[in-house]
């Protein structure tokens, strides 16, 4: 796939000196039900723990490479699911979609579109967390 800039992408997406992105963070009103359901999902794509408190775990593949946490909210209000909001999960390769996919509905989440073809070489899957935040899981 071309990006905007008319490079060709990378595996898995852009080069790692490249990354935009720190981390994301999605809120959660169980932490335990959270930290299951994300450590079995994202060890699929070799990430593991990298932080965590009584507010918060992060899960990330390295040092240096976006983390994704579940936290309680800062406020402490109940976590909501912001309407358009997703986060992306980048995957080395289509079959590693489909595991990912397959790992998310077989720990409960909900289907949002099934892993597949979605346009010019980029194959993603769509579900939500069991807090509702949407996910997707790509390769391009």
Same mark, same amino acid.
Do not use: Q
């Given at each position: ?75 402490? *209000? ?23 996919? *397959? ?6 989440? *909900? ?22 935040? *949407? ?6």
């Amino acid at each position: 796939m071309r990006l905007l800039d008319g490079r060709e992408s990378l595996p898995g997406g852009l080069d790692k000196g490249e990354i935009m992105i720190g981390y994301v963070t999605l809120g959660t009103n169980d932490i335990v039900r959270s930290a299951k359901f994300y450590d079995a999902l994202l060890a699929v794509l070799g990430a593991k723990r990298a932080m965590e408190s009584d507010r918060y775990i992060a899960w990330g593949t390295s040092a240096t490479s976006p983390m994704l946490f579940v936290i309680k909210p800062y406020d402490g *209000k109940g976590a909501s699911v912001g309407n358009g909001v997703m986060v992306s999960l980048a995957a080395r390769s289509n079959a590693e979609v489909d595991a990912v996919y *397959k790992k998310a509905m077989d720990l409960g989440a *909900k289907d949002e579109g099934p892993a597949g073809p979605r346009g010019d070489g980029f194959y993603a899957g769509y579900f939500r967390d069991l807090d509702g935040n *949407k996910l997707a899981v790509f390769h391009m």
